[in-house]
């Protein structure tokens, strides 16, 4: 080839497709590279989206648990203090004492506090409609050990 030859050549390769680091390339620029296979953006996503849902899964069971839980202490209290109120419009003929044991009835729509329990009457039974068992606390609060309701 002359000289003449060699100066009419044109690269056919682009400036813009081409470097000077090859090794920043994110594919293979030669047959002995290591293959660059694609990730697979879809399945990565997937995995990440379902371990997400089993996560927060857990977390909301855990949260409707502690809520359960909350409503079973509130209708605890609630109920609590539906006895205290009988208790406290019942007829009482003794002064109750702090961690004795004393039992609510009903005597035609007439709430009692005595001392006898529903199993302590005898062979007759209880003339009374049992409502529940109760303990006086320090506190003069009411602690419901049985109830019927």
Not at 25 to 38: A, D, E, N
Not at 116 to 132: F, H, L, S, T
């Amino acid at each position: 080839m002359s000289d003449k030859e060699n100066n009419d050549f044109i690269n056919p390769i682009d400036d813009d497709h081409i470097t000077e680091t090859p090794g920043t390339l994110t594919y293979g620029h030669h047959r002995g590279s290591l293959p660059i296979v694609p990730t697979k953006e879809g399945e990565i996503k997937s995995k990440a989206l379902s371990a997400m849902e089993h996560q927060t899964d857990i977390q909301l069971l855990q949260i409707k648990e502690q809520m359960e839980l909350l409503a079973q202490q509130a209708q605890k209290i609630q109920h609590r203090i539906d006895i205290s109120q009988q208790i406290y419009s019942a007829k009482v003929r003794f002064e109750p004492l702090i961690n004795h044991v004393y039992h609510l009835y009903d005597k035609h729509g007439e709430s009692l506090l005595i001392m006898v329990g529903p199993n302590d009457w005898g062979r007759k039974g209880c003339p009374y409609e049992y409502i529940a068992s109760v303990r006086l606390l320090a506190d003069h609060t009411w602690d419901v050990i049985n109830s019927e309701q």
